[in-house]
């Protein structure tokens, strides 16, 4: 006899159409960034609304934007600046140059900069702007009015600090687009602050 589903039941979850594309989004990104099905660190995908929760979010704001943390610069810069102190100041002690050494040292603090630089300054798919307000969520130029928008979710890849973030944006034709949100930093975490912002501002859309 086959388990008969009882939608009052505390047990039932009904899966929405939407939630099942979310999961496939999850599965093509996976296939993208070739994770192994054995791995044990699997990135994860959550709607916006689950990440918020259930408390209430008030804000005064009649638009947020979010632009990449000049925190993030200000510590790199500041690691970049202790690099070259102790390079230096390694060759004041030094009565004999070790000229190999000193090289490779160079050679690493520089290929360092260049990735800074392409990360905060180059990079197009890391540097952009996010706007958040009653029309929809705007990135950059292009702007996503809500009537477009399905769903909006955190695909996490787990590592260090919370692990790398994206914004995935669902439009109602089940096409999506994403964002890194690598450059981007609140103390509570960009996942939770941005998903509290969109809850905010997002009319109430329909489950499908």
């Given amino acids: 006899m086959g388990v008969v589903r009882n939608p009052k039941s505390p047990l039932y979850k009904m899966v929405t159409k939407t939630e099942i594309r979310l999961q496939e989004i999850l599965n093509e ?10 791995s044990l660190n699997k990135p994860a995908i959550k709607s916006t609304s689950s990440i918020a929760g259930s ?3 008030t804000t005064d704001k009649t638009l947020k934007v979010f632009r990449k943390s000049k925190l993030i610069i200000f510590f790199v810069l500041i690691l970049i600046g202790m690099m070259l102190f102790a390079v230096f100041f390694s060759l004041l002690k030094q009565k ?20 800074f630089l392409r990360q905060f300054f180059y990079d197009d798919n890391l540097n952009f702007t996010i706007y958040i307000d009653n029309e929809g969520i705007q990135i950059d130029e292009t702007l996503f009015n809500w009537n477009q928008i399905k769903e909006t979710a955190i695909l996490n890849y787990p590592g260090k600090g919370g692990g ?3 914004l995935i944006i669902l439009l109602q034709d089940d096409t999506y687009w994403k964002y890194d949100l690598t450059n981007f930093y609140s103390f509570e975490g960009i996942a939770k602050t941005i998903s509290n912002y969109i809850e905010f501002f997002k009319p109430k859309l329909p489950t499908t």
């Fill in 29 to 38: 990104e996976d296939l993208r960034a070739k994770v192994s099905k054995y």
């Fill in 96 to 115: 004999e140059i070790n000229q190999g050494g000193l090289a490779v040292g160079l050679i690493c603090i520089f290929i360092f900069i260049l990735n």
């Fill in 164 to 166: 790398t973030n994206k």
């Fill in 55 to 57: 408390k209430n979010f």
